[in-house]
């Protein structure tokens, strides 16, 4: 599991403060262990899993910050007639379903199926 000191030195992460960091990391590498229960999963080298975890974390840090924002999403509104416009992110949690196991495999191997 990665500390912070990894996450800024071998990383190279700075987008999350050492407050955040932890609870980042936990909810990623709750993630991470779904992941393990649903596919295959395997790691190259012995720090790729750590680094999946930190590419993990900063993706929920974005979406956290995108929510956070005090107009989230929205680019433009219109008050008569009720318009709105998106910035096209999706923030669903879909997409970031989608995004967290992106992350995942930039670092390990993940697939569904059985091993040889």
Known sequence: MPDYSFYTTQYLGDSITGDD????????????ARYKR???VTAPD???????????????????TLQSEPNGNISSAKIGSVSVSYNGVDVSPKAQERELLSCARLYLDIYRGCGV
């Open 21 to 32: 960091f932890p609870r980042l990391k936990k909810r990623a590498a709750d993630q991470l």
């Open 38 to 40: 649903m596919y295959t």
């Open 46 to 64: 012995e720090d790729a899993e750590k680094m999946a975890i930190c590419a993990m974390v900063d993706a929920l840090y974005y979406y956290e």
